[in-house]
């Protein structure tokens, strides 16, 4: 799924970009052979003999030994029975972790007669299989996860008929991807309250094939049907389902049955269940419920968790000329998740990590996940995949609708911005794994989910909508929801819906971007003949033609010519060869050409341009990559002039560039930039911007560093300048940074908590390791390293029972599978801290007997280390720890 960019991954991208100024090494010159024109043979059909011409012996020895076989292909699934209406009775044996269920099917054949029904049903023990209402068993067959049912007799495709199932399954884990990772199908969260700080829960995450582990169903994205579940649970808990909560009723054993009703088809996958101690937060959009379900601490901040929800549903619904669907739209917060969200039709699941506060959101909000799984309700839900091969048919959707929020609401620079970034990870992922968007040869479902089918299919989006335009791209989108309401579509449904409302042949597009691999790797030189007056700009294709992989992209393109005064002119050409030069008249040398003026292409691109080009091209550019590409040249520049662009672009309108020029900015003397960054770190409207303000002051050694970081301290809103200006303070002064971090040890945190840890670690205070041991649990992600190295200062500079004692805590984080990837590396990571400190006191200590005090804790720390190796799974995690070394070297 999706996730925040830090400021310095950010940073890293600037200097690591796809665009490249500069050719390093020269291109071979390519040509490409055009046949001659032939002469037409007449032929007379009615005599036509066709027959084999056989290879002759030599030729047949030759090949004698090559095998043919036919591409693979990965088809969508064959429908022999149609799912009209599901219904369920669900119960839990939580102590077992089981489902106790009751599943009445409603079926017909679709189109041939039938006397079989085969359904997925993985982990299942039967009880009973009648017809409804029927007391005859019916007689049924169990293997490979599916039952067949032997239906007695043949059925024709207007007959319906329903069959009922009493049955216990054991939800199990056999698999899972990068996006989803793992198959469960249904999830029990500390079923037996065990732990103290987790909730008691039950979810479900159904998408690819996973809901048939609690129900059974025909698990394939090309059916649909309606649905009932009634769902008994204990009576404390809140319940949530697909459709409309109709009845609520007490049961004399102390628990509750809730009946949810769903009366739109959708596909199984999207079925969903949630169970715990929720606070519900409601409001409305026009007539439509809208639900927010949140731990109970979270209740106040259950809006701001999922902001702008209602304003999403308007945007998407005015755009698509389409009201929502669909008769709620609910949000849920689950602990433990496998994914960072799911569109279950009406209730989409989130993992705990949206679940925070007010004042933490303002670093970081929810939009583009909620938007994401928001758009899904149209593309997903209504119009839905028809097999995996398909995805981005769901998935480039949803990712373009991000860039669409984004766009609406926060202007076209921070679309741009994040249109960069799934820029960048598609090309990651297309190393050594390009693949059509459409792709029927994968080797597995679940690698769908990757950077193809979300950031190159809403890059491809974006692409045909600048191509068609944006009245023509709403009515298509409008047209194809329409036209393909409830089913199950492919990619050809989408252009035929664009070539009915646009009037063109679109096959070219399509058969480029959607059913071959890869991209264009274009070499573009500029020119200008003073003689004639007429620019050139020469485009040559360079892609390398493997796999499916077109030796030439057909591409629209718009090119700009700016003459001195930022005036522009603009052309369009069509690029149709592998290498095309453009001649345009024009009285005077362009001052700056721009090549795909409206930043939609995704490519890769070599250009050269003189540094004057790239100044002017940053003050005059419309566009956030007219700005990237000339901030990252000038990145490089040791010229006093590229200096001064950075000085100006600590005023750019967009935070991101502000923030990479107060990196960039070397000059401590010009009290103008004094000025500016200290307005900068009180007053910048981004907290991130004002984070790096507030640590170029302290790095130019600002006079008033001291007081900047105070007043982040005590006065700014945002968790990141606070934690910023903790540790910031604590290299000023580290009196009053450990007065100012007693303030936040019981601060919820992560980044105040990791600053608070990073001034008590460097006190050195056995008397914080409290404080550490209460936290543990607290802090995650990057912050969890820095927390577990204050850790480890303490826990060296304390006696040897209470560092055992310290020592075994930490091995038990690192061992337990439960905690995140950070946190096990974290504690792993301190382990090996405090061993390295041990060796290299024991190699200085001249009392022997403290010597083989700390020669043993080596070798008993060295020994939890290795069984820490022994039983992590994770091979990012184990890669790490092959790095930690007793020398002074780390990851």
């Not at 079926?107 to 029904?117: G, H, M, N």
Request: aromatic share 12%; net charge negative.
């Amino acid at each position: 799924m999706k996730y925040l960019l830090s400021l310095v991954i950010a940073l890293a991208l600037l200097i690591s970009c796809k665009t490249q100024q500069k050719v390093t090494t020269p291109l071979e010159d390519l040509t490409v052979a055009i046949p001659e024109e032939e002469e037409m043979e007449e032929r007379n059909l009615d005599t036509l003999t066709i027959s084999a011409t056989p290879l002759d012996t030599e030729e047949e020895t030759e090949h004698a030994d090559e095998h043919y076989s036919l591409p693979v292909y990965n088809a969508s699934h064959t429908r022999t029975n149609d799912l009209l209406h599901t219904k369920l009775d669900i119960r839990f044996d939580m102590a077992n972790e089981k489902v106790l269920g009751k599943a009445t099917l409603k079926l017909k054949p679709l189109f041939y007669p039938t006397d079989k029904l085969t359904l997925d049903a993985k982990g299942f023990e039967f009880h009973k299989v009648t017809f409804e209402g029927k007391n005859d068993p019916l007689k049924y067959t169990y293997e490979n996860d599916q039952i067949t049912i032997n239906l007695g007799r043949a059925f024709k495709r207007d007959e319906e008929y329903s069959v009922y199932m009493e049955y216990t399954a054991s939800p199990s884990e056999s698999g899972g991807s990068a996006a989803i990772t793992s198959d469960k199908g249904l999830y029990f969260i500390d079923p037996r309250d065990e732990d103290p700080e987790k909730p008691t829960q039950i979810w479900t995450q159904g998408e690819t094939e996973a809901n048939s582990k609690w129900f059974p169903t025909i698990d394939k994205p090309n059916e649909r049907c309606t649905q009932e579940i009634y769902v008994t649970v204990e009576d404390k808990y809140v319940t949530l389902s697909n459709g409309l909560l109709t009845s609520s009723k007490k049961n004399s054993d102390g628990t509750r049955t809730d009946y949810w009703k769903m009366d739109q088809p959708h596909a199984p996958y999207l079925f969903m269940l949630a169970i715990g101690e929720y606070a519900v937060v409601k409001e409305k959009w026009q007539d439509i419920p809208v639900e927010y379900y949140v731990e109970p601490k979270y209740k106040d901040h259950a809006k701001a968790i999922f902001a702008h929800t209602p304003e999403m549903l308007e945007f998407f619904s005015t755009k698509l000329g389409m009201k929502y669907p669909w008769k709620k739209y609910a949000q849920v917060v689950v602990r433990d998740y496998v994914s960072g969200a799911m569109e279950n039709t009406t209730a989409v699941i989130f993992g705990e990590q949206v679940q925070r506060t007010s004042r933490e959101l303002i670093d970081a909000g929810n939009d583009y996940v909620v938007a994401h799984e928001l758009f899904h309700h149209w593309f997903g839900d209504y119009v839905t995949t028809e097999s995996w091969a398909n995805l981005t048919m769901n998935e480039g959707f949803a990712n373009y609708a991000e860039y669409l929020w984004n766009e609406y609401k926060y202007g076209v620079d921070v679309a741009d911005y994040n249109l960069l970034n799934e820029w960048n990870g598609y090309f990651s992922d297309a190393q050594g794994n390009a693949h059509p968007l459409i792709h029927f040869a994968y080797e597995d479902k679940e690698n769908m989910f990757d950077g193809h089918s979300y950031n190159k299919g809403g890059s491809v989006l974006h692409m045909l909508r600048n191509y068609v335009g944006d009245d023509a791209f709403w009515a298509s989108l409008n047209k194809y929801l329409k036209d393909n309401a409830y089913k199950a579509i492919e990619a050809h449904n989408l252009r035929l819906a664009f070539e009915e409302v646009t009037g063109q042949d679109l096959n070219w597009f399509f058969n480029q971007w959607y059913f071959s691999q890869g991209h264009p790797v274009l070499d573009i030189a500029y020119s200008y003949d003073a003689a004639a007056k007429t620019a050139s700009v020469t485009v040559k294709q360079t892609q390398p033609t493997e796999g499916s992989t077109p030796a030439i992209f057909q591409i629209p393109a718009k090119i700009d010519l700016y003459t001195a005064d930022g005036n522009k002119t603009r052309h369009e050409v069509w690029i149709k060869e592998r290498e095309e030069t453009f001649t345009f008249e024009t009285a005077q040398k362009p001052q700056n050409i721009i090549f795909d003026a409206d930043r939609t292409l995704l490519c890769e691109k070599q250009e050269e341009k003189t540094e004057e080009e790239f100044i002017f091209q940053y003050q005059n550019g419309a566009k956030f990559m007219d700005r990237y590409e000339a901030l990252q040249y000038l990145a490089y520049s040791e010229s006093p002039t590229s200096k001064v662009i950075f000085k100006e672009a600590l005023k750019d309108k967009l935070w991101w560039f502000r923030a990479v020029a107060i990196n960039y900015i070397e000059n401590n003397t010009d009290e103008e930039v004094m000025k500016t960054l200290r307005e900068m770190a009180a007053n910048d409207p981004n907290s991130q911007v004002r984070a790096s303000a507030l640590e170029k002051l302290i790095e130019f050694e600002d006079p008033q560093a001291i007081t900047a970081a105070q007043k982040a301290v005590e006065k700014d809103s945002s968790t990141v300048v606070i934690a910023s200006g903790l540790y910031l303070l604590n290299m000023l002064d580290s009196a009053a940074a450990l007065v100012a971090a007693q303030k936040f040890e019981k601060d919820e945190n992560g980044d105040i908590l990791a600053a608070v840890s990073s001034i008590y670690g460097q006190s050195k205070d056995p008397k914080y390791l409290a404080f550490f041991e209460k936290n543990f649990d607290k802090v995650d992600g990057y912050a969890a390293l820095s927390f577990m190295e204050g850790y480890h200062n303490l826990i060296v500079n304390t006696d040897f029972s209470t560092a055992t004692a310290a020592v075994e805590k930490l091995k038990n984080i690192a061992l337990n599978m439960e905690q995140s990837q950070f946190q096990r590396l974290g504690a792993t990571y301190a382990l090996n801290l405090v061993r390295k400190n041990y060796y290299q006191q024991s190699k200085e200590e001249t009392d022997e007997a403290r010597k083989k005090t700390l020669t043993d804790h080596v070798e008993k720390i060295t020994k939890i280390m290795d069984e820490i190796k022994a039983t992590e799974q994770d091979a990012q995690l184990l890669n790490w720890y092959e790095q930690l070394t007793l020398e002074d070297k780390e990851p």
